[in-house]
């Protein structure tokens, strides 16, 4: 039997701090700080994230329809943009970045009508139509239906970080938060 992770985990950098959206930079090639997030692999060794040039447009698009979803399906979202947690803990997304820190927050001090999740990233699962948890939203009292059907995925250290985005990316259970966290005052 597959144990249900009672938690969700917040990683960030710690130069930008925690529960910042990329969605809400603007998408521009003046923007200097999404000019920086697009190059700073090339410069930086510790820094595995890569980013296309296209991807805060279709960024937007994504949450604009997990917004939509997760809105059908009873969510009361409280922001435009969602932030990003993963169920339980993913060592592969934990080191995708040198130095990154990460928050942990029980799912139970999680306010069910702000919290949706995919099956998995949600960038990933709105994106395609090959499986059967994708274009779906699932709520937070479906965490363990969820973990039961499909399980959690393990396959952390079997993705390398420098092809990830060429594979079937189904490294973890994402959360979306939107609102601000419990407990924090952004």
């Known amino acids: 039997m597959v144990k249900t ?5 917040h990683y960030y950098l710690p130069e930008t701090g925690p529960f910042r959206s990329l969605s809400e930079l603007s ?3 003046e923007d200097p700080v999404f000019l920086n997030l697009l190059t700073r692999h090339q410069r930086d060794p510790g820094y595995r994230r890569r980013y296309g040039s296209n991807y805060i447009r279709v960024r937007r698009e994504v ?3 997990l917004r ?12 435009r943009h969602p932030f990003y947690l993963v169920l339980g803990e993913s ?3 934990r080191d ?5 820190r990460e928050l942990k927050i029980p799912l139970s001090e999680l306010d069910p009508e702000v919290t949706s999740l995919t099956y998995p990233d ?8 090959d499986k059967p948890y994708y274009n779906q939203v699932f709520l ?28 079937d990316f189904e490294l973890y259970i994402e959360v979306q938060l939107w609102d601000i966290p419990p407990s924090f005052n952004c």
């Open 5 to 9: 992770p009672d938690f969700a985990t």
């Open 27 to 29: 998408a521009g090639s």
């Open 63 to 65: 949450e604009a329809r």
């Open 68 to 79: 939509e979803l997760f809105i059908a399906r009873g969510g009361k979202p409280r922001r």
């Open 91 to 93: 060592p592969w997304f």
């Open 96 to 100: 995708l970045n040198a130095h990154q």
């Open 122 to 129: 949600s960038f990933i699962a709105l994106t395609r139509d």
């Open 140 to 167: 937070l009292n479906e965490v363990s239906e969820l973990v039961t059907r499909f399980g959690v995925p393990t396959n952390d250290n079997l993705v390398p970080y420098e092809r990830y985005w060429e594979t």
